[in-house]
């Protein structure tokens, strides 16, 4: 079996169908049929295992979004399903499961929004993950997000699988702020992954695509045929540019992460200057035993902070040289946001961080000095 970083960059070589060694950007939304009158079988006949690798239609796949698929289907030893963006993913989870009861805790608002939109349309009963899960019943789903939007703690998911399981409901987790090689939800009883691959697969902050990844084929193939009625594929060039993305996920993740884990404990220790940092949320401050075994390589490259009042959290982003206020997460430049602004469930003193591939010390200096303290030889580094 080939290591992670070869798969990332060969994992998709058997789909390749020109000698280039960079795979071009198949624009067609159609493809030709074969010559050959004795070839035809209807697509109804077919299996949809031979349907994928012979394109026929770009809602049902196409030659970049196979390869994205396979290349991830390759460091994950899952089937992979690609959509249009993370909460196309989300929403084929949950019209595949199909649930009477969704247990669903914290987590990206825009989900929630989804579940709102089923149960004003089906009745669908939502319950927290604090809930009594007698509630759930055979099928139903727990929608698992960690690390957790916006502070990027963890939650144990082997303990809400055995939750779920218990009950015959499947655990769903939405692995977006730790993506492979930081956290396999598989490992700990999860029986749906899913990511917001806008954020780090994608990585450049410039796509929107979400995958799903099951390990079985049956799920899979029922996933596909719902998307291609959905209309909910990724796009072409969206495949391609993700593609290219991904060769260099584990170089910019895991650098991502040992920055973000150098930050967090730069503004733990000098907190003690920094008056307006009222709290730092992050995986890396979590003492609990699971957490070594669930993100063996590192924590979430994303944070948040609390800070002093609504004003100061209004303009620190100004105050930052190295740091785009904007939303999102993921990509190799850093962000920070009032996250207020976009998820009203929030804090007003709350900031979400995303960290980059910047060098961790230009990121320190540019937070001390915003905090009012420019020189950093009276503080405490540990980079
Ligand atoms: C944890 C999480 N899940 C899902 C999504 C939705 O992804 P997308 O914006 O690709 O639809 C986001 C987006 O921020 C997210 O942070």
Partial sequence: MPGFSTNLIHGANHLNRV????????VSTTFRYDNDPEKLVKLADKELFDILGTPYYSRLSHPNSEQVEASVASITGGYVVAYSSGLGAFYASLTHFNPKVLAIGKGYHGCHGIANIWTRNYGLKQIDLDDDFSQLGKGDVVHLETPVNPE??????QYYADKAHARGAYLVVDATFAPPPLQDPFDFGADLVMHSATKFFG?????????????SKEVRDKLVYDRLLLGTNIANLESWMLLRSIRTLELRVLKQSENATKLVKFLVDNQDKFPDLVKVYHG???KDDYIKKQ????????????????QFAKSLPSKLKYFHHATSLGGVESLIEWRAMSDDKVSVTLLRVSIGIENVEDLMEDFAAAFGVPDLSKLSIDA
């Fill in 19 to 26: 000698p280039d060694v960079a795979p071009p950007i198949n």
């Fill in 203 to 215: 990585g450049h902050s410039d796509l929107l695509a979400g995958f799903l990844i099951t390990k």
């Fill in 284 to 286: 890396s401050l979590q």
């Fill in 152 to 157: 990027g703690v963890n939650f144990n998911i």
């Fill in 295 to 310: 993100m063996p390589r590192g924590h979430s490259p994303v944070f948040s902070i609390e800070v002093s009042s609504e």
